[in-house]
């Protein structure tokens, strides 16, 4: 897996909800050197994508990014054309397809159970691990390819933007060798990352080492990283200038007015800069990011973005919820028309 794929640390009322939906909805969508999913459940291939989606909605929904299931699942969904194309790989022989490991990884992605983003880094390693085996590309390097995950050994298609299908020709490339602990990462190869476990971090020089992240409570430094989502922070040493890796302020808790609260459900009160509820739908508010993640605020009140099929204003700041987008013909919001395989 990438080294960065754990890094959760994101800004603004939605990052619980971005850092869910990029492994529930990413992570099956993973090459692997490995297959073999051991014991458990499988799930065939044809109800990978609803159980995913099924499990990215009961989060969404229980974190406040969805107002209910129904209207979640309406408005959420994979690239069509990518699972149309494994379908064809998989019966081809050139993918491997693993259920065990796919029911693993939906387990994995439903013992999620909190909304706040220390939680999520905490069960991110085990999402990857069990997720990246569910697909196994078999191309070799110099085969004709649509997604990396067709491509053998972790390959990278290098297939360029060429449609809005997702249907972009391009050729396996082998992935270059990872850049080991204490090497230098400022400019890395194309595809190339840290080895696992490591990140790249900002040296004095003005460059950048591959270096183990520091875990919660570590002393640290301005040129330290620490453990996703938690930040190099709290009482700083005045000799050393050393803080802690600390983790984004709870419910109550004084914050930094940037939103990025613990918690999806709460945010960094205005007035009071402490970790609040965010504001239902109907409730007044002054501020876009004081209301619920599905919600924005028109100036005095919280008002429901709008749901699959509604009217929307295409230039609109967010025109619809999660995954929809509004139609410029129709101006309602829907999801983009299932294409199919690109082979």
């Known amino acids: 897996m990438a080294a960065t794929r754990g890094d959760l640390t994101m800004d603004g009322k939605n990052s619980v909800r971005a850092s869910f939906t990029r492994l ?36 969404l929904v229980a974190c406040g990014s969805a107002p209910d299931r129904t209207t979640c699942l309406a408005s959420i969904g994979f690239d069509s054309s990518e699972l149309a194309t494994m379908k064809v790989d998989i ?3 050139t993918v491997l397809y693993d259920g065990r490991a796919a ?20 069960v991110g390693q085990r999402i990857d691990a069990t997720c990246g085996k569910v697909f196994t590309g078999l191309l070799p ?25 997702g249907c972009c020709a391009g050729t396996c490339a ?8 204490g090497g230098e990462c400022s400019n890395p190869l194309p595809n190339q990352e840290c080895i696992d476990g490591t990140l790249c971090t900002a040296n004095a020089a003005g460059g950048g080492t591959c270096k183990a992240p520091l875990v919660a409570g570590a002393r640290c430094g301005p040129y330290d990283r620490c453990v996703p989502p938690y930040q190099c922070g709290g009482v700083v040493d005045p000799v050393t200038n050393e803080g802690t890796c600390t983790a984004p302020p709870g419910h109550g808790q004084a914050c930094d007015m940037s939103g990025n609260c613990d918690d999806a459900r709460d945010v960094c009160d205005q007035t ?8 239902a739908v109907g409730g007044a508010c002054s501020t876009i990011d004081g209301c619920v993640a599905y919600a924005t605020c028109d100036g005095t009140t919280c008002v429901a973005m709008p749901g699959p099929g509604a009217s929307c204003d295409s230039i609109a700041q967010d025109p619809c919820l999660l995954n929809l987008s509004c139609d410029t013909t129709t101006m309602h919001c829907s999801l983009p028309p299932s294409s199919a395989s690109c082979r």
């Open 272 to 279: 009071t800069r402490l970790c609040t509820s965010r504001i």
């Open 103 to 122: 029911g693993a990884c939906i387990d994995a992605l439903k013992s999620l159970a909190s909304c706040k983003q220390t939680a999520i880094g905490d």
């Open 24 to 59: 529930a909805l990413a992570a099956v969508m993973l090459g692997a050197a490995t297959c073999g999913g051991g014991g458990g459940r499988s799930v065939p291939f044809d109800d990978l994508a609803g159980e995913v989606l099924n499990a990215d909605c009961d989060f």
């Open 91 to 93: 019966a081809a022989g």
């Open 174 to 181: 082998a992935r270059p060798t990872p850049i080991p602990l």
């Open 141 to 165: 390097a110099g085969s004709v390819c649509f997604f990396s995950e067709e491509c053998a050994n972790q390959g990278t298609c290098d297939a360029q933007t060429c449609s809005s299908n």
